[in-house]
């Protein structure tokens, strides 16, 4: 190998450690600077467990929010009708929080209210009290 001897090898070896020094210093964030900080996370968003329950199972998307038998589902099952919870004449056996709740386990025969024998007790009593509070 023929090696030139005209070429510097001092002043391009600093030059390099040079750079390297720079690359290094670049990445290093300084002691006064402030970190970015990203924005806090939003509130937490309480939901009562009984109301948790009536959305979480489906019974807002026919019955509604307020209960008054206008949910989301309301347009596809137009010719049936849906209770409405603020009256207690449209309640099938009764309007009792226990009569609620046995509807919620065993359903409604022949009707699109299936039984939700899948939900723990305490889940059903706290969506039979929480319709049972939308009676006017």
Known sequence: MIRNQNFPKKPFRSF???LI???LLNNCSSENETPKKEPPP???VT???PEAMYVQNGCASCHG???NGRGTRTALLANLRIPNFQDKSTYIYGSTKEAIAKTIKNGVPGTYMKAY???RKVEIDAV???IQKMQK
């Open 16 to 18: 390099l450690k040079f």
């Open 21 to 23: 020094l720079v690359l």
């Open 42 to 44: 939003p509130p937490a």
């Open 47 to 49: 939901v009562p467990f």
């Open 65 to 67: 929010m307020e209960g």
């Open 117 to 119: 024998s899948h939900m």
């Open 128 to 130: 039979a009290e929480y």
